[in-house]
């Protein structure tokens, strides 16, 4: 997803307003960043208040903290880009059961959980970072599949 979509779905209006969104612009800019940039966005336990931003370059895995509420200041970001060499991932864990799928990961100590239509995001931000960790093209992305029920597949039987 990109960084303006993200802006729209956030679960605080503020998290995301304008002045916000333009220091996280300005900070994934500065490392590297394309404009509106393919993004993960945490939102964390208070979105009000703190969030964190992931966005894959070609040099690396930009990581972005902002800050919405500084007293006298305004909102404040930090970013840091980590070189894909020491980009630090743990395992992605995936479990389905029917049409429902659940998927969580780790990358640069920020946790990654979807259930669902957020699951395939996940998984598909995911796929665009071991693109640029194997140097590959980051895959087109695909749209988002249906939630009604799969058509039932057809079953083997074994005539007697």
């Given at each position: 997803?990109?960084?303006?979509?993200?802006?729209?779905?956030?679960?605080?209006?503020?998290?995301?307003?304008?002045?916000?969104?333009?220091?996280?612009?300005?900070?994934?800019?500065?490392?590297?960043?394309?404009?509106?940039?393919?993004?993960?966005?945490?939102?964390?336990?208070?979105?009000?208040?703190?969030?964190?931003?992931?966005?894959?370059?070609?040099?690396?895995?930009?990581?972005?903290?902002?800050?919405?509420?500084?007293?006298?200041?305004?909102?404040?970001?930090?970013?840091?880009l980590v070189r894909w060499p020491r980009v630090q991932l743990g395992d992605v864990q995936v479990e389905v059961q029917g049409v429902h799928r659940i998927i969580s990961a780790t990358v640069e100590s920020v946790i990654l959980r979807g259930v669902d239509a957020e699951a395939d995001a996940v998984g598909a931000f995911l796929q665009g970072v071991f693109a640029a960790i194997d140097g590959r093209p980051s895959p087109a992305p695909s749209p988002a599949p249906s939630t009604a029920a799969p058509a039932p597949s057809a079953s083997v039987t074994a005539e007697a």
């Open positions: 997803m990109r960084l303006s979509e993200w802006g729209n779905m956030a679960p605080i209006p503020a998290a995301a307003g304008p002045n916000v969104l333009a220091v996280a612009e300005a900070t994934l800019a500065t490392l590297g960043a394309t404009p509106d940039p393919h993004c993960w966005v945490a939102w964390g336990e208070d979105p009000g208040v703190r969030w964190v931003l992931l966005a894959a370059t070609p040099a690396g895995l930009v990581t972005v903290h902002v800050r919405v509420i500084v007293p006298l200041e305004g909102p404040r970001a930090a970013g840091k």
